[in-house]
Each structure stands twice: as structure tokens, then as C-alpha cells.
């Protein structure tokens, strides 16, 4: 079994990536223009143009555009992201609505989050991203929904869960409606695993994080 | 797609179908004396000799054993069944840690209902029972779990959900841990579902149940 934990050194630095509106990416950093994430996003890659990214650079940050369609494969698509990310000494990586897949290289293992607006593993793997998720959660039938935080391995939303919120699914409602209170959740649930992630309180265990108590 | 309600018609006459310790049969008994479900249980059918016969038989309720390792083939099983159920005129049978399977004829459909200790469609269908779903979830390393009530069809744990609570998983969780904390919610959910049929609240539309404002 593979144990694997974050040994805390000041504020982290983050790497986000996106390919859509960056609503994610403006809660990390109203949570770190708050105090109550001690980081700073120190590049941002987005896998298209977008809103994100135009966001990302109105905020003054680092934006690179690094085009799934415009790399010969996956792998140099990988090895120009893995790049941008060393040279810019991330401590971790937060996919923050990413579609684009990147092979995670082991140095960056244990240090990609990802966050699902779901609760895995239901509602996940291929084909399950933005909308399509509360379409088929509102198609199955169940009543509780909710978002899932977890470190991102090389299978779609596969990786050890490390935080999970859920909501009721409420009589009535459409994508819109549940992807709104599914994203109140992902606002408190994402800071929340940076912040342990942060304090080296996450240990990796298998397929299983233990949330260890602070300065364990 | 079908449709399906009940319309309400007084005191609800229940059949519980059960196979072990009867604590979901003496949550419901609680409830009904507590005044808080319009109900009683016109019959108990167990699987086996078990506690949960022996309770409801010092209850004073009318039980059946209806052993399925005596019976030649599942079909004449469920026929025993049916033909319990049929005379204690019951308007809904309520699984409720029932190991058998009963095949539901179709006078029956939309008026069965189960009981699941996970957040289906997660951590069900063959060998999620008792302690193995609690198990399942704790290997998983998902941080929410939950208890499900759904109408049962001739599937395992693939019915109409009707209620979900969650609860989180904690750090440290046994099975048993796990067990207790998501009981607590089946004792809230269970009854819950029941007042809704009983008020002729549900319908079900394929393979979602509605709750219907009430009075509907």
C-alpha cells in the first residue's frame, strides 16, 4: 500500500486548470484574498480560450493557453503541461473544470485535486462532466446529490476521495437548479481539502485518504 | 412511462418482510404507537427462525415463517408470499432486512418497498447486505454514505428511489460506527416514506418517484 503525505513549507503555491468559465478558480481566490487560504495561485493553465482565462489574466495572473487540439497527442500535450507547471514550482495542482486530459506524471502524484460535482463514484467516468452530471443524476432518480474533492490519478474521477458534501435533490429541479446548490457545496468543500492538503493533514492510503488531526 | 399512486383510504395495513434482528420492524412499531404513522402491521413474514420473528411474535403481531430452504423452487416461495400477504389484505409490504428473494407479482408493483443502508445506486445489487455494504463503503474511501428507501421491482436495490438521507463517514469509521450513525437516519427516512404513500404523495414515473404536494 502506498502512503503518501504533503510535509507542510509555508503558502502553497497552485497551479489551476480550466477550460470554462472559472467560477472555481474566482472561489480559490476569494477564499485567498480572505485569509482563510494560505496560497497563491501561481499559474494558471487553460485548455482553450475562455472566460476563465480571460478572467485569470484580469486578475493578473500567469494564464497559459495550452490548446488540446493544437498538440500532436495526448503525450505532448501532457509533457508542454507538466512544463509550465515545474517551471512555475507548484506545490499542487487544482483542476478546476479542466476537460482536457492530462497524464499525470509520478512527480506530481498525490499533488492533483480535482473536484466533481457528484458524488463518486456515482455520476463520473467519461462522458459525465458539467451539465451532463445533473442530467444524470435528475434522469436516475436519487435524492441526495452533492460534489466530491479528490486527488486525480490517470482513470477519470477514480482517484482517493478526499472531501464530500452532499444536497437533497429537490422535487422540481432542472441542471440549473441543482448545479447551483451542488456548487455552494464545491465552494466550502474545495478550500476545505487545499487547507488540509495545506497542513499536510492528508495521507494517502490506497484508494482511502485518512484526514489526519492538525500537526500530526 | 408508467404511472403509478396510491390513493389514500384510511389506517395503512403494512406487511414487513424480514430475515434478521427486527430493529427496522420495532422502528416502525415506535412510530405507529407514537402516533406518527397512520398504520399497523397486519402481518410479519420471516425468511427464517430470527430474532426479528421472535419480537414481532412478542409484539403480539401475526407472523409467518416462510422458510426459502424449505421451499422447492423460487417460484413456489414467492407464491407463499403472496398468498400471505394476500390475505392480510395488506395495501403495502415493507422490506426491512428481508435476505430472500420474493418475486413481486404485478398486483404488487408500486407497493413494495426496501430499505438500503448505502446511497444507492452505489453499494448495491447481489452481496451488498448487512455488514457488506458498511464494508464496501469504508473500502471505498467515499466520505458520504446514506440509507436509500426505494420501491422495489424484480431487480436487487434497482427500484424507484423514493428517500435519501446522507450522513458523512468519519475518520477512524468501523462498520459498526458506520452502522449506527446511518441507522439513525433509516428510522427517520422509513416512516417518512410511508406517511408519503399513505397520504397518496408518491408516483411514480418510470423509474423517479415525485413527491406530490400534499393533498395533491
Redesign the interface.
Known amino acids: 500500500m502506498s502512503l503518501m503525505k504533503h510535509e507542510p513549507a509555508g503558502k502553497l503555491r497552485l497551479g489551476v486548470l480550466l477550460s470554462g468559465g472559472g467560477t472555481t478558480l474566482l472561489n480559490l481566490l476569494s477564499e485567498i484574498e480572505a485569509g482563510r487560504l494560505n496560497a497563491e495561485v501561481a499559474v494558471v493553465i487553460a485548455s482553450r480560450e475562455c472566460k476563465g482565462a480571460e478572467r485569470a489574466a484580469e486578475a493578473g495572473l500567469d494564464v497559459h493557453i495550452i490548446a488540446y487540439k493544437e498538440m500532436p497527442d495526448n503525450e505532448a500535450y501532457s509533457r508542454k503541461i507538466n512544463e509550465v507547471l515545474d517551471s512555475a514550482q507548484i506545490d499542487l495542482a487544482c483542476l478546476a473544470g479542466f476537460l482536457s486530459f492530462w497524464r499525470i506524471p509520478s512527480r506530481y502524484e498525490g499533488r492533483v485535486m480535482n473536484i466533481h460535482p457528484a ?4 455520476f463520473g467516468g467519461k462522458g459525465f462532466y458539467g451539465k451532463m452530471v445533473h442530467k444524470g443524476v ?7 446529490s ?1 460534489c ?1 474533492v479528490h486527488f486525480v490519478n490517470n482513470e477519470y474521477d477514480a482517484g ?7 444536497v437533497p435533490v429537490a ?1 422540481g429541479d432542472t441542471c440549473e437548479t441543482l448545479a447551483t446548490r451542488v456548487f455552494e457545496q464545491e465552494c466550502v468543500a474545495y478550500p476545505e481539502a487545499i487547507r488540509l492538503f495545506a497542513n499536510g493533514q492528508l495521507q494517502i492510503e490506497g ?5 489526519l488531526a492538525p500537526g500530526t
Open positions: 458524488l463518486l463514484p456515482g435528475l434522469a436516475s432518480g436519487v435524492k441526495v452533492g466530491t482517493p476521495i478526499i472531501i464530500q458534501r452532499a422535487e484508494n482511502v485518504v485518512r484526514v
